[in-house]
């Protein structure tokens, strides 16, 4: 069985957010047998429109790790998670976003820092140059901040005193709880190999995608130092390379 963990911004979506570009290598990826899973700091509703939009099935793992979406009947098993939601299980990793909120809203003043719980849906068109209709899925947050602008430095170790998480993905920082890509892509990897031997690959392309590169049997990196990574310029080299 082939899985492979997929980043989508400046992976396999361009700056434009179109879906229609990935098409061609999803549709790909689906004549080889892959399991197609979303590996990215992008929220449920954000990955419900690219998955929609691209006709993936399989789970997916949302902002920066912090829960696995498991579609229901997905897997014959039973294996253990933290709640139910809209026909999924979800495996929760990470921390409820109103504590990381609460966080960012006590430094916000000192550093200057812009966020989704503190901007307009003008702004965050501004800062993320996503259309109205994803920007609305952005700020529907359940485990993660993404810091856009700040003024001065310093924060990173502000938040990491208060327990979380910062980490620096293509364009920003996100915040979390005490978990990554790679904690959640292994935790993945451990259901599937329940029904038999998994062959895994990733693509990623920020310091965020690290720890997933580092949990797969063969990782892809776009324009990303990685020492055990292939490093391909675009994810459709990709097809040439397990084509």
């Known amino acids: 069985m082939k899985v492979i963990f997929l980043d989508l911004d400046k992976t396999l979506i361009g ?3 179109s879906p ?8 790909f990826l689906k004549e080889k047998g ?21 006709k993936v099935s399989d789970p997916f ?12 009947g997905y897997f014959s098993f039973e294996f253990p998670y933290s709640r ?28 200057g820092l812009k966020y989704y719980g503190n901007s307009t849906i003008e702004e965050i068109i501004e800062f993320t140059g996503l259309p109205k209709e994803l920007a609305e899925l952005a700020v529907k947050r359940e485990y993660s901040e993404t ?3 700040w003024a001065k430095e310093g924060f990173q170790k502000e938040i990491e005193q208060r327990g979380l998480k910062i980490t620096r993905g293509s364009r920003f920082y996100t915040v979390t709880g005490d978990t990554d890509k790679g904690k959640a892509a292994k935790m993945l990897i451990g259901l599937y190999s329940k029904i038999g031997k998994v062959e895994s690959y990733a693509v990623g392309d920020g310091e965020n995608d690290i720890p997933m ?13 990685h020492k055990r990574a292939k490093n391909i310029k675009t994810i459709k080299e990709l097809m040439e390379v397990i084509g």
């Not at 399991?35 to 990955?47: C, D, L, M, R, Y």
């Not at 409820?96 to 909120?101: F, G, L, M, S, T």
């Not at 809203?105 to 550093?111: L, N, V, Y």
């Open 84 to 111: 139910e939601n809209e026909g999924y299980y979800v495996i929760e990793l990470g921390t409820k976003y109103d504590i990381i909120k609460k966080a960012l809203d006590e430094i916000s003043s000192r550093f």
């Open 213 to 225: 590169l580092e949990v797969v049997d063969h990782p892809f990196a776009i324009n990303l130092s």
């Open 20 to 27: 229609e570009p990935a098409a061609e290598i999803v549709s």
């Open 61 to 72: 793992i949302v902002e920066n790790g912090s829960a696995i979406y498991i579609p229901k």
């Open 34 to 54: 892959f399991k197609i899973v979303f590996n990215s700091s992008k929220t449920k509703a954000e990955q419900e429109y690219y998955r929609k939009a691209l």
């Open 147 to 149: 810091i856009f602008k």
């Open 15 to 17: 700056e434009d957010y």
